[in-house]
């Protein structure tokens, strides 16, 4: 029987939800959706693809189903992983005050290039601009990536490289329509899923790449001043997720785009940045670092990172300039 693209997650949900509450005496499929035995075997094996939290159990030969909330574990996290570098020493903390905090006192430590640090929690989590990032624990990915080494030039690039990795990862697995926001937000139908921090190390050469991204959260356990700008995976795609298999999978981007720039240059990164921002095109507002705001339309991003910006101001000459530093604002344009 053809299960068409609604009922088909339909039956995924059922699927999930009698495997997590065996003792519910729910169907294995919702009658409304029904699957036979073989398809619902294809099913859990596109469903583990997707990262629901299901596993096949080899020992009792079946299916089964993790709790998409519980708590982290760096074990778990690294029978996960297919990197060849990155992630193998892995740090997990049930509570920091800031991953790449701790990453900086890592780099002070000499630990070893590829080093992933992992919170459960966070109580002091900063985003760009010295933003709060809330970050609560079993509902999201709070981690730091420590890369070197890197000059000055490369390094600003390792945010736009960190942003497209998570963009791919959210659209590939996840099936949802993640793009990027200048320089490094990623948003699913404009509510932001996630934001990255990049910061230099103390010896010089390395640099650290922070990550926040919301997966499993409610609407109602954002702030209520975010609750219309913030979204999480689970909000938008309306099933759960496994954290530990979305933190590999985002690694394993990360290590493949790393290497291209060192191996290649930013040219292939930068195409595909540009692939997937959102606001190329986009009549903006910028707030410059200076406290002056200006308006217009951003043409494109130049290969540095720098958006190409067309001011409104006829004082400005209508003339683009690259932009590198500022915070942009997506204005809806009147028809």
């Known amino acids: 029987m053809e299960i068409s693209i609604g009922e088909r997650q339909k039956t995924k949900m059922a699927i999930y939800e009698a495997l997590a509450n065996p003792l519910a005496g729910r169907p294995v499929a919702a009658p409304a959706a029904p699957a036979a035995p073989g398809e619902q075997a294809a099913l859990l094996a596109e469903m583990a693809a997707e990262g629901w ?12 189903a993790r709790d998409g909330r519980r708590l982290l574990s760096a074990a778990e996290i690294g029978a996960q992983l297919p990197t060849k570098w990155l992630g193998h ?7 920091a005050d800031s991953t790449n905090l701790m990453a900086k006192l890592c780099i002070a430590q000499q630990v070893p290039r590829g080093t992933v640090i992992v919170a459960e929690k966070q109580t002091a989590g900063r985003g760009r601009l010295l933003r709060h990032w809330v970050s609560l624990p079993r509902v999201g990915l709070w981690f730091s990536v420590i890369l070197s080494p890197f000059a000055p030039a490369g390094a600003a690039l390792l945010s736009f490289l960190t942003a497209v990795a998570v963009c791919r990862v959210i659209r590939e697995v996840a099936g949802l329509p993640a793009v990027l926001k200048w320089p490094n937000d990623v948003m699913i139908c404009g509510r932001k899923v996630c934001g990255i921090l990049l910061e230099a190390g103390s010896d010089g050469q390395s640099v650290i790449v922070g990550v926040g991204l919301n ?8 702030p209520a001043a975010l609750q219309e700008t913030a979204t999480s995976l689970a909000l938008e795609a309306r099933r ?24 290649t240059g930013s040219a292939a990164l930068m195409d595909e940045y540009r692939s997937l921002c959102a606001t190329i095109g986009k009549r903006v507002r910028i707030d410059f670092p200076n406290s002056i705001a200006e308006y217009g339309v951003v043409s494109g ?4 990172g720098a958006v190409i910006f067309i001011p409104d101001a006829i004082g400005a000459g209508g003339r683009a300039r690259e932009v590198m530093a500022g915070d942009i604002t997506h204005l809806r344009t009147q028809t």
């Not at 939290?53 to 089964?64: I, K, M, R, S």
């Not at 020493?89 to 509570?95: D, F, I, M, Q, S």
């Not at 997966?215 to 954002?222: G, P, W």
């Open 215 to 222: 997966v499993s959260q409610r609407r109602d356990e954002f």
């Open 301 to 304: 991003v130049a290969d540095s």
């Open 53 to 64: 939290p299901v596993y096949f159990d080899t020992a009792l030969a079946q299916w089964q």
């Open 89 to 95: 020493n892995l740090l997990y903390y049930a509570e």
């Open 240 to 263: 759960p997720f496994d954290r530990p298999f979305l933190l590999a999978a985002i690694l394993s981007q990360i290590e493949t785009r790393v290497e291209t720039l060192i191996d």
